[in-house]
């Protein structure tokens, strides 16, 4: 939905504003004021350097005037505000009427990014032109991304342009590096979790998930053993097997990091959770499974005497999630269709 | 009062941070991600722990909503907005959304003159093509045209409703429909699930959706879940509330919900209401109040699905196959809950109450961040969703479900389209005797 953020208002000029109407190049352009009726509701009060601009943005672009003022006045509109869709496009056409630098336009989108992150017309702007340049501009690209993640690591807007990047351009090589060197900073950044998922099933040099699975899984499981209280790392690991049930159930490590981590913390739901999703996916408990099960719910007054291993853990849930208390019994109430 | 009882107290959340605490001094150190969450968590619990100094008598004072300071605020947007307000200059008929839904969802009603105002502007934001545009002049895109659509249903009266060009609009979203069945945001503009439910949305409440309009969504938004069982913005992108809700709620529409994996969209939902009671948008992201009304209606969506969730049968489908698109959402007010809620309704109204609320008047995101009229807004939604979440039938919802005084009661909303249901009801009579 809209970012709802006003970007912060940064200093637009730092020349004096000179009025278009005392602009001599503009001498033959007749202003456009916006037609707000007579009563408008949710009414702006425009400055008066927001107005004239406007107005004669409105000029031209009702006369589809494609030349180099026109440039010069999207300029000035859009970082006065970058979120009007309108002069972006007409800004396209201008550019590619005129052949205009698109190296220079480059450095003037990257400009305006920076104050303006959050902004999807900046980034879309991005793309088009990314795509104009080619293959040559994928390490710039990457280059901006990694500075704007620098500063917000999980700028969604960021990891979209670089995921739309990496499969337009290219740039592969150094992705999963990209990837390590976040988790290391923040192994809590779900959005560095996203975008290794993303490179070890979509990258071109890796041979897909098959084959990244098993060293993937000993990252992860590294990854839980640091924190477990870190939902992130949780819900990668059952997504490396991801339409692939049968190597869900028979991988011997999934089971065996849930126990490690709940013998240690008895109250990990993600640990709880992803035993649980096993065993509903069809993993018959072993004799080990079962007793730590048995052994660490048995201090639980109620639900101790249900033999149903999978009941029984959703009873345990339902006690120490008490938020999703709802959900857990949901979960319970399913067991016998799927769980 | 027994419905005025805050579900969890402060000590809950103390418990919480101590522990993590505890546990990090065991490492290097925390990390932004950590830092952050703990910094919010110490804010939201000190809002409670006030709360439990409260006599009990006292407390349902303390989780009222100030009507009138939302009124008062909502008001002064719709008559005058700052310049600061420059940088929405193309959203106004996102403006006019939120704030007229806020009025709607408090139940103010809205009188003839500026019933007009509202009417001829959003007249003068419409394209003569078809489509509504973020401001007079400029061109039609899809998610103010849905902005405008849902302000006109929520005035509900025949000016409104007949002042939409429908075959204007359909005609635009034939135009934004892409190669791969997603839609553009606007000429030349970007596709992602949000564009997919702005048009789908819209098609459905003005009855003017068909196969054309449908075909290729249902396979684009399935592309768009992730591993973790939400839905992202494109194929590959993070699982996120917002998207996740505009996936959902469009699969509803063009009844192709069996090509989502329900099960693990469930469960990261739910996942995603945290122990500040609210929920957040992302995985080890912050609570957000606008996520009470994006992640809570996915819940609320799925409550009333859960048959299919459970089991996804080769006859069922087949059976919700022959359904007219156009009727898709007024059947789906008729079904009943098909289980109990998946989330904390109680806890959640005690966020966005306490929270989110502002003495001033409006919402905001999170305490120590400012009110705005988008989260005006969507914590108002999230705020009727989660009262009327248990509700059967036509039935007032017990006072039980309302956390606060009962004078706290919304109005009900739509949870697939958020526009006020009575006002639903009203357009999608209208749009059936008129056709276009």
């Known amino acids: 939905m809209p970012s709802s953020s006003y970007s912060s208002d940064e200093e637009v000029e730092e020349l004096p504003y000179v009025p278009f109407s005392q602009r001599p190049e503009w001498s033959d352009v007749r202003p456009v004021p916006q037609d707000d009726g007579p009563h408008p509701v949710v009414p702006i009060a425009y400055t008066e350097e927001f107005r004239d601009v406007m107005d004669y943005f409105r000029a031209v672009y009702v006369a589809r005037e494609l030349s180099p003022r026109a440039l010069c006045l999207t300029t000035e509109a859009l970082k006065r505000n970058p979120g009007n869709y309108t002069i972006w496009h007409f800004r396209r056409l201008v550019i590619e009427a005129l052949n205009s630098d698109l190296i220079e336009e480059k450095l003037f989108v990257d400009k305006l990014a920076e104050g303006n992150f959050k902004n999807y017309q900046i980034w879309h702007h991005k793309r088009w032109l990314a795509e104009k340049l080619g293959p040559e501009a994928s390490e710039d690209e990457h280059d901006f991304t990694r500075l704007m993640l620098c500063r917000d690591a999980k700028n969604y807007h960021a990891w979209s342009h670089r995921q739309w990047v990496l499969q337009k351009l290219g740039g592969w090589e150094k992705e999963l590096d990209f990837c390590n060197e976040l988790l290391k900073e923040d192994i809590f950044n779900n959005s560095a979790w996203n975008q290794r998922y993303f490179v070890i099933t979509k990258s071109p040099l890796l041979g897909g998930l098959s084959a990244m699975r098993d060293s993937e899984v000993d990252y992860t499981i590294n990854a839980i053993l640091q924190n477990p209280n870190n939902e992130s790392p949780w819900r990668y690991l059952q997504g490396l097997y991801k339409g692939t049930p049968d190597s869900f159930i028979i991988d011997e490590r999934v089971p065996r990091i849930c126990l490690q981590v709940l013998k240690e913390y008895s109250f990990c739901t993600f640990a709880w959770n992803l035993l649980l999703d096993v065993l509903c996916k069809g993993l018959k408990p072993t004799k080990e499974i079962e007793e730590a099960v048995k052994g660490l719910t048995e201090s639980d007054e109620s639900g101790s005497s249900d033999h149903n291993l999978v009941t029984r853990i959703c009873s345990a849930l339902e006690r120490m999630d008490p938020i999703r208390v709802n959900y857990w019994s949901w979960r319970k109430s399913n067991v016998s269709i799927n769980c | ?436």
């Open chain 2, 1 to 436: 009062m027994k419905s005025s009882q805050p579900p969890f107290p402060s000590s809950h959340l103390d418990s919480t941070s101590d522990t993590d605490s505890d546990d990090h001094e065991h490492g290097p150190r925390l990390t932004v991600t950590q830092e952050d969450q703990l910094k919010v968590e110490s804010q939201v619990a000190e809002i409670y722990r006030c709360l439990v100094g409260i006599p009990l008598h006292r407390q349902s004072v303390a989780l009222e909503l100030w009507r009138d300071k939302h009124i008062e605020y909502l008001t002064k947007g719709l008559n005058q907005l700052g310049h600061t307000f420059q940088v929405l200059d193309a959203n106004r008929p996102w403006l006019c959304y939120w704030i007229l839904h806020s009025f709607a969802v408090l139940g103010e009603e809205v009188d003839s003159e500026l019933e007009s105002r509202v009417v001829d502007f959003l007249s003068r934001c419409q394209d003569k093509e078809g489509g509504y545009a973020g401001g007079p002049g400029q061109m039609p895109h899809l998610a103010t045209t849905y902005a405008a659509v849902n302000t006109l249903v929520n005035l509900g009266t025949q000016k409104a409703l007949s002042s939409i060009n429908r075959e204007g609009i359909y005609k635009f979203l034939l135009e934004m429909k892409d190669s791969s069945g997603a839609f553009r945001m606007h000429h030349a503009g970007e596709v992602d699930a949000r564009s997919c439910y702005c048009a789908i949305s819209v098609a459905s409440l003005l009855k003017i959706i068909d196969d054309d309009l449908v075909r290729g969504i249902g396979d684009y938004i399935a592309s768009c879940q992730t591993y973790e069982g939400g839905i992202g913005g494109e194929p590959h992108s993070e699982a996120h509330g917002g998207y996740t809700f505009c996936g959902l709620a469009s699969m509803i529409l063009i009844d192709e919900v069996e090509k989502l994996d329900m099960a693990s969209l469930i469960g990261w939902v739910a996942s995603r209401q945290g122990i500040e009671l609210g929920f957040q948008g992302r995985a080890n992201k912050l609570v957000d109040g606008c996520y009470s009304f994006w992640q809570g209606a996915a819940l609320v969506l799925a409550q009333k699905l859960l048959p299919l969730a459970e089991k996804v049968s080769e006859e069922q489908s087949s059976i919700h196959a022959i359904r007219d698109y156009s009727d898709i959402g007024i059947e789906f007010m008729r079904r009943g809950n098909q289980t109990g809620l998946l989330f904390h309704h109680l806890a959640l109204q005690q966020y966005i109450i306490l929270c989110s609320q502002i003495l001033e008047g409006g919402f905001r995101d999170k305490p120590g961040k400012f009110r705005d009229y988008y989260h005006t807004c969507y914590c108002l939604s999230g705020l009727s969703l989660c009262q009327y979440s248990m509700r059967d039938g036509d039935l007032k919802p017990s006072p039980s479900d309302i956390l606060g005084p009962y004078s706290n009661l919304l109005e009900p909303v739509h949870p697939l389209y958020n526009v006020v249901l009575d006002k639903f009801f009203l357009a999608n009579e209208f749009f059936s005797k008129n056709s276009f």
